[in-house]
């Protein structure tokens, strides 16, 4: 017996699994000397004391890396102290860029041996002006007196993007000021964990501190227990002293059962979700992170997107958390957008949060910004090398990649009587992600070649990428009870060049709605719609305000040529 139990313990020491290396996220937040205008609000945070600490890490080189900047949102760059058990470790730095991006890289001098754990130390502070420019919103900002931001806007993360045990512990929390909260997307509390990769647990967390506002109110499901059910996951939104111009209440609901949808068609029902609100100088707008989402608004951001535009807009970034490539390549960003753009609408529509109308609705708006909106004909090579340089260009990921996506269900479905489609695809590519295969472009035309056929499957894809009119089969959503029929659009055309935004009006389009509206070279632009919410219905108005001779004048008009271009849209079965 005792030779039989010695051998099971033999076996188990052979078998077991090793531990996950750990990395210990420590921030402690600085705050400002109190003063009479924060005695009401309390004092503000100015910067983060950071301490990782990297435990039965594989010591490789390079040790750490980090986004120093993404189009141009740039990121805090912090000088960085490094030890181990031993005593000081003096990192290497070099820098690798590619055609938008820059990344940083720390490593380990040749010949340095690590005994024990890995601790690094610096100071986030937030500089003025960081993050102003064509980029997404991913840097750490200061917000009302506190700081909300991504991972990646300022978190180096250890470079090898293998599986780790995530923790993130607020240190002296019992020592806040009254009323200071600290939230990620981890969770609520002193201490958190989530294991995965870096490059999604680390760069895509957000995190927020000040005086929160919160909902569900404080007190009422701290967001850490299950919402509604046992197979639903927790959801919260919070902000900073100022309240988003939108009914929360109303709101709240609503996008509780919109990600509830997305998160469970992927598979995932029992995953938290957490939104955060952001104030911005100007605009509004989005982006995704792991389990939640920021969106960044205005006082007047509630004028401008309508509750429908809203909800659909963080539908769309709740899908982010599973439209996932590895490793992440930016050839590959009209799946992740397209993906998200797609399942924004078909996840809600797919589990009855959305009705009929909705749907056929959000479909065509998603159909007529890819064929009106000027990009058609592009290689998708020049639109990688261009991407950040106009709104159409970024748009082009969402929107081709949206209508290839219903291109191939319709190939999927015919190929297999109706029995497959695109779910199955992408789902599949999910759950391949998940066992940390590569999961590229590649895959995915593989994936849709199990189906279709290695010709088809790489036909559609080469005739996508490389400009040709992507045209989905007629009855590709038959089974909703629709059919595809051409209905020309007039192009997008904004009527001057979009370098105005900020300054004075220049490169004006003769003859264009803008000048028509009463727009002149020249004019000093004070305030300014989104363009991209302008182009995302056929509708849709742009509105400007500017000032001429030190009068102001609010300009509205339609940012549409009157050339009409080759457009579809969806219909009713049985309509004309």
């Known amino acids: 017996m005792l030779s039989i139990i010695y051998t ?28 009479t205008t924060s005695s009401t609000s309390g004092p503000e945070i100015t910067a983060l004391n950071v301490t990782l600490v990297l435990t039965g890490a594989p010591y490789t080189s390079p040790l750490l890396s980090h986004l120093l900047n993404n189009g141009a949102t740039r990121t805090i760059n912090a000088t960085l102290s490094a030890s181990d058990s031993t005593g000081p470790l003096s990192l290497s730095t070099h820098v690798d860029k590619n055609t938008s991006n820059a990344i940083q890289f720390w490593s380990v001098p040749s010949g340095r041996n690590i005994v024990g754990d890995i601790t690094v130390r610096f100071l986030a502070e937030v500089p003025p002006g960081l993050g102003i420019g064509n980029g997404p919103r991913i840097d750490l900002r200061r917000d009302q007196g506190g700081l909300i931001g991504l991972g990646e806007g300022f978190l180096p993360r250890p470079a090898v993007d293998e599986e780790w045990d995530v923790i993130v512990r607020w240190e002296n929390t019992d020592a806040y000021p009254n009323g200071i909260r600290a939230v990620s997307s981890l969770g609520e509390g002193h201490e958190v964990r989530a294991q995965g990769r870096p490059g999604r647990i680390v760069d895509k967390t957000y995190f927020a501190v000040r005086r929160l506002g919160r909902w569900p109110p404080w007190g009422e499901d701290e967001g850490e227990s299950q919402s509604q059910s046992e197979n639903e996951g927790p959801f919260a939104m919070y902000w900073v002293r100022e309240a988003p111009p939108w009914d929360l209440d109303r709101l709240g609901e609503r996008i ?14 029992k995953d938290s979700f957490r939104m955060f609100w952001r104030r911005a100088a100007r605009g509004y707008g989005g982006a995704g992170g792991f389990r939640s989402f920021m969106m960044e608004f205005t006082s007047l951001a509630g004028e401008e997107l309508s509750i429908d535009e809203l909800e659909n807009l963080i539908s769309h970034e709740s899908v982010h958390g599973y439209a996932l490539m590895n490793p992440v390549r930016q050839q590959d960003v009209w ?8 399942y924004a609408v078909m996840a809600p529509f797919l589990a009855g949060v959305v009705d009929g109308d909705y749907f056929v609705r959000c479909m065509n708006n998603n159909a007529q910004a890819y064929y009106t909106g000027g990009t058609t004909g592009l290689n998708w090579t020049y639109v990688l090398q261009n991407y950040w340089t106009s709104t159409p260009l970024v748009r082009t990921s969402y929107f081709r990649g949206f209508i290839y996506l219903a291109q191939v269900h319709g190939l999927v479905q015919q190929a297999t009587d109706g029995t497959k489609g695109l779910d199955d695809v992408v789902l599949a590519l ?24 290695n010709t088809t499957a790489a036909a559609s894809f080469e005739d996508m990428t490389s400009g040709k009119l992507v045209i989905p089969a007629t009855d590709s ?14 192009k997008l055309e904004l009527g001057f060049s979009e370098a105005s935004f900020g300054g004075v009006i220049t490169g004006l389009v003769a003859g264009s709605r803008a000048e028509e509206a009463g727009i002149r070279e020249g004019d000093k632009v004070v305030r300014f719609w989104s363009f991209s919410t302008a182009a995302d219905s056929l509708n849709n108005k742009m509105k400007v305000v500017i000032e001429r001779d030190g009068q102001q004048s609010t300009i509205t008009y339609s940012p549409r040529s009157r050339n009409k271009v080759e457009c579809y849209q969806w219909v009713r079965m049985g309509a004309a």
């Open 256 to 269: 509780k059962m919109l990600t509830a949808a997305v998160r469970n068609f992927f598979g995932e029902g």
């Open 477 to 490: 959503f038959a089974k909703y009870g629709l059919k595809l029929v051409r209905q020309d659009a007039e």
């Open 430 to 453: 999910y759950q391949r992600y998940k066992t940390d295969a590569v999961t590229q472009g590649e895959q995915f035309v593989a994936a849709v070649a199990e189906y279709v056929g």
């Open 335 to 342: 799946y992740r957008e397209g993906v998200a753009t797609y």
């Open 8 to 35: 099971f313990l033999l076996l188990g020491r052979v078998t077991a699994t090793p531990p996950l290396p750990r990395l210990l996220i420590s921030l402690t937040p600085i705050f400002s000397t109190p003063t």
